[in-house]
């Protein structure tokens, strides 16, 4: 853990605004200045060799860290991932989990749902930080580990196999019970981002909720729009245009985007939608989102006067 104590007066500035007496659940986030790669350099244990852990791993190497050990349930994308890192091993994960090799932190780049028989699976030495990388897992889920000093470290972006992440953009969230782990876990965000926050578990709860609906549902749209088009032998390039004005538009929409609403749901188009549905006949499911869709995108019209 090379030059930690020199970085931990950059990673500590004030990081929510206003009144202390407000309450945290109601405090933005604002963003501090990114660490220069020279500030830390910790040696990291990764679990994990999927998407997150693929886009993380070369990138905290970039950012001055060492990789110590990639452990995970599949042996063949941990040994590639580990190849790819100079000075890393691929570990067994019952190997990993019985003695788990010295680091200065633990990540757990793994689905939520086997978090929790990880760390009760694992022998981790007293003191570890042992951090997890999910949206939707509270904290409180390092409870039934008092040995260890549990923490979070969220990265809001979403991960795919051959696409580079611009990691100094990326929000990263932290968060962590003891001053020294959550310390740390800034440090480490700030050599990666320049938008590094402090964030509870219920406040990210509630943005990870919004990042579904912005991105996960988003594309799975696309994905009904695309197999619409293909099956007219339409080219799914012919909306590139229209959704990147949609989207640009509805970033720097005021107050909200329900205020730059178009389309024949907002206007009441009788016609128009009835024609739709019926275009959707060969496609329930579809159907049957369109009505919701549409009734949903009239109440919000409606609330908003």
């Not at 945290?24 to 501090?32: K, L």
């Not at 024949?264 to 959707?280: G, I, K, Q, Y």
Request: aromatic share 6%; proline share 10%; charged share 10%.
């Amino acid at each position: 853990m090379l030059l930690f104590q020199q970085s931990i007066a950059l990673a500590l500035p004030i990081l929510w605004p206003g009144s202390p007496a407000v309450p945290a659940s109601r405090r933005a986030p604002t963003f501090g200045p990114m660490l220069p790669s020279s500030s830390i350099s910790l040696r990291i244990g990764l679990f994990g060799a999927g998407r997150v852990a693929v886009a993380l791993a070369p990138a905290l190497v970039a950012a001055g860290h060492r990789i110590a050990f990639i452990a995970s349930r599949t042996p063949g994308p941990a040994q590639a991932l580990a190849a790819s890192l100079p000075g890393c091993a691929a570990v067994a994960l019952a190997a990993a989990q019985a003695t788990p090799p010295p680091a200065d932190v633990y990540l757990l780049a793994v689905p939520d749902a086997t978090v929790p028989p990880l760390l009760a699976a694992a022998r981790w030495p007293a003191g570890a930080l042992v951090a997890h990388v999910a949206g939707a897992l509270p904290l409180a889920v390092f409870a039934s580990q008092p040995l260890v000093r549990g923490g979070v470290l969220y990265p809001l972006q979403t991960f795919s196999p051959g696409r580079a992440i611009a990691w100094p953009q990326v929000p990263l969230f932290v968060e962590a019970a003891e001053a020294s782990a959550e310390a740390m876990l800034l440090a480490l965000a700030r050599s990666l981002s320049q938008r590094v926050a402090l964030l509870d578990s219920g406040q990210r709860l509630r943005l990870h909720l919004g990042a579904v609906w912005a991105s996960n549902f988003t594309n799975h749209l696309l994905g009904v729009a695309h197999a619409l088009l293909a099956e007219a032998s339409l080219p799914f390039e012919l909306l590139h245009p229209l959704v990147r004005e949609t989207v640009e538009k509805a970033l720097a929409a005021q107050p909200t985007p329900f205020a730059v609403q178009t389309g024949p749901a907002v206007r009441r188009d009788a016609p128009t939608l009835a024609a739709h549905e019926a275009a959707l006949a060969s496609h329930p499911a579809w159907q049957a989102l369109y009505s919701q869709l549409t009734a949903n995108i009239q109440a919000a019209a409606g609330a908003a006067g």
